[in-house]
């Protein structure tokens, strides 16, 4: 069970690293990987597009059988996600006039590759 696991941990580093490489083509700087508010919650990715600071949560699928990917992120995920990032946003010091943005993007294998479909303003 624990080859598994990290064969999960791997496939989800994965995915992280070529939605990071997948953002950074499509204009957005990566400025935070992995951010811990310091309990339970992490934002994957944390990135600018233009002036708006983007919130990102990488999910990964390798079926169908569990559902998509943005099926994943659930109203629970994702107030987890909103409380880490008024947490960034404290920490960092960055005024609450910014505009901020969540975002979902979504890996897939496909055909040998990965699929990325990436949502913007995915929930608020």
């Known amino acids: 069970m624990a080859k ?3 064969n999960n ?3 989800g580093k994965t995915a992280e690293t070529a939605a990071a490489l997948f953002l950074t083509g499509h204009g957005c700087t990566v400025l935070d990987r992995n ?3 310091g309990r339970a919650a992490e934002i994957d990715l944390i990135a600018e597009d233009g ?3 983007v919130f990102a949560e990488v999910k990964y699928r390798s079926g169908g059988a569990c ?3 943005e099926e994943a992120v659930t109203s629970v995920k994702q107030a987890k ?3 880490a990032a008024e947490y960034y946003l404290y920490k960092k010091q960055i005024s609450q ?3 901020v943005r969540f975002d979902v993007v979504c890996v897939e294998p496909c055909g ?3 699929k990325i479909r990436w949502i913007r303003d995915a929930f608020r």
């Open 67 to 69: 559902g998509t990917p």
């Open 9 to 11: 941990h791997t496939a």
């Open 81 to 83: 996600i909103r409380l």
């Open 51 to 53: 002036d708006t600071l």
């Open 97 to 99: 006039d910014k505009p």
């Open 112 to 114: 040998g590759r990965l």
């Open 35 to 37: 951010f811990r508010d």
């Open 4 to 6: 598994a696991r990290g």
